[in-house]
């Protein structure tokens, strides 16, 4: 095998020449001749001294990378040679903090107040003033507060005060079935269908004898709710109510009876789901009071 030199004779060590004149054509054996051992006989272009000196060298280079590639290996320090092409190594994405999820927090729900108005006349639209009355009609619901004694004996002859006159104006002389069997208790409430308009009987509580106003009050609660919870589910627009238990049933609590009533019917509505008093807060609320001096009463009670 033979190469072509081009040029003067370069020393494996990069630091000196041979400057003599080397032939055009050098075959390989020559080259290597030129790195010979010493007991080889000198070639024409080299003595002794020289191929000594490119032993050595030729040595050395042997040592160095050997070491280098030993110290390659076994550090990660040193980068390992490779002749290969090789895929970059990704470099891993450092890792996302995520931010907590900042979240509006809901509007709460508004809650409708109680509305309702107090009326110089009574639920049948007559009383001493005539002032914006008029008889109920269809889309109006009136209360009635009876006497349970009444509803369970199905029958509404001798019953007095409003719901008496009720009955005569609206021609009831006997409880639909319906509320016989709706009302077996006291402050309990249902809506019966006349001919004229509709009506919410509830079985009024007898104050007579209970010993505190609380306990007076907590019944008048229950009786509203109960009338608002009907009033709710009903297709009425309007309610007129009057004075649960402010007749015969007051006892002892008559005169106390403004103040009752106010505090009772908004307890009454406080209990209500949020889904009624939506219903109520589109409807027509009245309390109806007959007489004048007893108008008075109520309207100074509810400022």
Same mark, same amino acid.
């Given at each position: 095998?033979?190469?072509?030199?081009?040029?003067?004779?370069?020393c494996?060590?990069?630091?000196?020449?041979?400057?003599?004149?080397v032939?055009?054509?050098?075959?390989?054996?020559?080259?290597i001749?030129?790195?010979?051992?010493?007991?080889?006989?000198?070639?024409?272009?080299?003595?002794?001294?020289?191929?000594?000196?490119?032993?050595?060298?030729?040595?050395?280079?042997?040592?160095?990378?050997?070491?280098?590639?030993?110290?390659?290996?076994?550090?990660?320090?040193?980068?390992? !040679?490779?002749?290969?092409?090789?895929?970059?190594?990704?470099?891993?994405?450092?890792?996302?903090?995520?931010?907590?999820l900042?979240?509006?927090?809901?509007?709460?729900?508004?809650?409708?107040?109680?509305?309702?108005?107090?009326?110089?006349?009574?639920?049948?639209?007559?009383?001493?003033?005539?002032?914006?009355?008029?008889?109920?009609?269809?889309?109006?619901?009136? !209360?009635?507060?009876?006497?349970?004694?009444?509803?369970?004996?199905?029958?509404?002859?001798?019953?007095?005060?409003?719901?008496?006159?009720?009955?005569?104006?609206?021609?009831?002389?006997?409880?639909?079935?319906?509320?016989?069997?709706?009302?077996?208790?006291?402050?309990?409430a249902?809506?019966a269908?006349?001919?004229?308009?509709?009506?919410?009987?509830?079985?009024a509580?007898?104050?007579?004898?209970?010993?505190?106003?609380?306990?007076?009050?907590?019944? !008048?609660?229950?009786?509203?709710?109960?009338?608002?919870?009907?009033?709710?589910?009903?297709?009425?627009?309007?309610?007129?109510?009057?004075?649960?238990?402010?007749?015969?049933?007051?006892?002892?609590?008559?005169?106390?009876?403004?103040?009752?009533?106010?505090?009772?019917?908004?307890?009454?509505?406080?209990?209500?789901?949020?889904?009624?008093?939506?219903? !109520?807060?589109?409807?027509?609320i009245?309390l109806?009071?007959?007489?004048?001096?007893?108008?008075?009463?109520?309207?100074?009670?509810?400022?």
């Amino acid at each position: 095998m033979s190469y072509t030199h081009g040029g003067p004779y370069i020393c494996p060590c990069f630091s000196c020449f041979d400057r003599r004149s080397v032939p055009i054509t050098t075959t390989t054996s020559a080259w290597i001749a030129d790195f010979a051992p010493l007991s080889n006989p000198p070639t024409p272009r080299s003595n002794q001294a020289q191929n000594s000196h490119h032993w050595k060298v030729l040595v050395t280079l042997v040592v160095v990378i050997g070491v280098g590639v030993l110290a390659s290996s076994a550090s990660p320090a040193f980068p390992k !040679l490779c002749c290969s092409p090789t895929s970059p190594t990704p470099t891993p994405a450092p890792d996302l903090v995520q931010e907590p999820l900042q979240r509006t927090p809901a509007k709460a729900e508004s809650t409708p107040t109680f509305a309702f108005e107090v009326k110089p006349y009574g639920v049948l639209g007559t009383g001493q003033s005539s002032v914006g009355s008029h008889p109920p009609g269809m889309g109006t619901a009136i !209360l009635d507060p009876a006497g349970l004694q009444f509803i369970r004996g199905g029958s509404t002859n001798g019953a007095g005060g409003a719901s008496g006159a009720i009955y005569k104006a609206l021609d009831i002389q006997e409880f639909p079935q319906k509320v016989q069997e709706s009302i077996t208790a006291e402050t309990q409430a249902t809506r019966a269908q006349y001919q004229t308009c509709d009506v919410i009987h509830v079985a009024a509580p007898d104050l007579t004898d209970v010993p505190n106003q609380a306990d007076a009050l907590n019944k !008048l609660t229950l009786a509203y709710w109960h009338v608002f919870q009907v009033f709710a589910v009903s297709p009425d627009s309007e309610l007129r109510l009057l004075p649960i238990s402010g007749g015969i049933f007051s006892g002892r609590y008559a005169s106390d009876m403004p103040s009752l009533t106010r505090q009772a019917m908004k307890s009454g509505y406080s209990r209500l789901s949020v889904e009624e008093k939506h219903e !109520l807060a589109s409807r027509r609320i009245e309390l109806c009071i007959w007489g004048t001096e007893e108008f008075q009463s109520y309207v100074h009670s509810m400022v």
